[in-house]
């Protein structure tokens, strides 16, 4: 393949932003999506092998910490190591580690045989998560938030899948029916490497950094501003995902605790919760791409605190409504946040994606610890009241500069 020439690659970005390409990111999503049910089974049975290995709430956070911690130290390094050097088959080697961590997880034979399972399934969503989003970006046509919503809807699908299929599956067949999911690993592998090709060939669709910078917004910002507006992001991710963490750690046993229902009746309340945050995250990117990214990432945050506030003082039947308002609300965040991000740091996608996941990652597995610990200390029902102010923080977005304001005012001019 022939490099563009200086003048073809100045029109880049005008070809690039007349084109949408769907099928990829229909195919990126849904390799998202098999990439999430696979993680997803991993908090799906907490119940079981807490009963089984006799396992207290802390250990219990200690397996999510130690997943969401290989799932989000690695991120940034490979975002950063991939702006430099693209690797287009990276993603179907990540998946390659996931595919060996569903195996150990089947035939895990104690605790120590947990953490290393979960920690090979991390590394293989530390490679896939940057990669995949800026393939994303690739795709995207201009439309970055419509494309990151698509992407994101997938992942979300997947991590409302899982907890279904735990139910259906792994709950009535035990442990070691884990290892039929291996057969989604293989099948992701396939699509990730005709993703790969596809990649391989496009590169020129990730502008230079110096063309990026003289078209980008983000660069008439100082760099103290940028420097703030992305730890005011990062905030905002440890308000989202801590929350995220009380309800995809704890959920089941919180309603299994207060209302006495069934295992399988705990994982289908899951998945509705789950289901909620896929059908919110498809609408956080285009809303924000047509108004802005601030105002998803006010709405989506701040609004979903009257519902939390609410949770722990009902019913079962009105702790299902408001759980499906909070996963929708709060879904439509994220990728505002990381489009917003992006916005600020142009040019350095696979970094931005690699440091928002990854901290997303990195908040979820803390949050899980930290709560489990909690709730042994306490009760289960004490950390729902706790968690419930956790989306006030989310106040500070009212500090970010309106960077899609601007860009948007300068459009029409």
């Given at each position: 393949m022939e490099?563009?020439?200086?003048?073809?690659?100045?029109?880049?970005?005008?070809?690039?932003?007349?084109?949408?390409?769907?099928?990829?990111?229909?195919t990126i999503s849904f390799s998202h999506l098999l990439n999430d049910t696979i993680q997803s089974l991993i908090p799906s049975i907490y119940p079981l092998v807490k009963e089984s290995f006799h396992l207290s709430f802390a250990q219990i956070g200690l397996i999510t910490l130690t997943f969401q911690l290989a799932a989000s130290l690695l991120q940034p390094f490979v975002g950063f190591y991939t702006d430099k050097k693209p690797q287009p088959f990276s993603l179907a080697a990540g998946m390659g580690f996931t595919l060996v961590g569903l195996i150990c997880l089947a035939f895990a034979s104690g605790f120590g045989w947990l953490l290393i399972a979960v920690a090979l399934i991390g590394i293989g969503s530390s490679v896939f998560h940057p990669e995949a989003s800026k393939v994303a970006y690739m795709a995207s046509g201009g439309r970055r938030g419509l494309a990151q919503s698509i992407f994101q809807v997938g992942g979300n699908a997947g991590s409302a899948i899982g907890p279904l299929l735990a139910a259906l599956i792994i709950v009535p067949f035990g442990q070691i029916s884990v290892a039929w999911f291996s057969l989604i690993a293989l099948l992701a592998i396939l699509i990730l490497i005709n993703i790969g090709k596809w990649y391989?060939?496009?590169?020129?669709?990730?502008?230079?950094?110096?063309?990026?910078?003289?078209?980008?917004?983000?660069?008439?910002?100082?760099?103290?501003?940028?420097?703030?507006?992305?730890?005011?992001?990062?905030?905002?991710?440890?308000?989202?995902?801590?929350?995220?963490?009380?309800?995809?750690?704890?959920?089941?046993?919180?309603?299994?605790?207060?209302?006495h229902i069934s295992v399988q009746s705990s994982q289908v309340h899951l998945f509705i919760f789950l289901f909620a945050t896929a059908a919110g995250t498809l609408l956080g990117g285009p809303i924000g791409d047509h108004f802005g990214r601030k105002y998803v990432i006010w709405f989506?945050?701040?609004?979903?605190?009257?519902?939390?506030?609410?949770?722990?003082?009902?019913?079962?039947?009105?702790?299902?409504?408001?759980?499906?308002f909070i996963g929708f609300i709060l879904a439509s965040a994220f990728s505002a946040i990381l489009v917003y991000a992006q916005e600020l740091l142009p040019g350095k996608v696979g970094l931005v994606s690699g440091l928002f996941f990854g901290f997303a990652f990195g908040m979820g597995g803390l949050g899980s610890a930290l709560l489990g610990a909690l709730a042994d200390r306490t009760s289960i029902h004490f950390v729902y009241q706790v968690c419930a102010y956790l989306p006030l923080i989310g106040l500070l977005t009212g500090f970010l500069p309106d960077i899609g304001h601007k860009r948007k005012k300068a459009g029409r001019s």
């Open positions: 490099k563009p020439t200086k003048e073809e690659a100045l029109t880049i970005p005008k070809n690039v932003a007349e084109g949408t390409i769907f099928s990829i990111l229909l391989r060939l496009n590169m020129h669709r990730i502008r230079p950094k110096k063309a990026a910078e003289h078209h980008e917004e983000g660069t008439q910002l100082s760099k103290k501003a940028i420097t703030i507006s992305i730890l005011i992001l990062l905030v905002l991710i440890f308000s989202k995902y801590f929350y995220l963490a009380s309800m995809s750690s704890y959920y089941t046993f919180y309603l299994i605790d207060k209302f989506s945050i701040l609004g979903v605190a009257p519902f939390t506030l609410l949770l722990p003082h009902v019913n079962l039947f009105w702790t299902t409504v408001l759980s499906v």
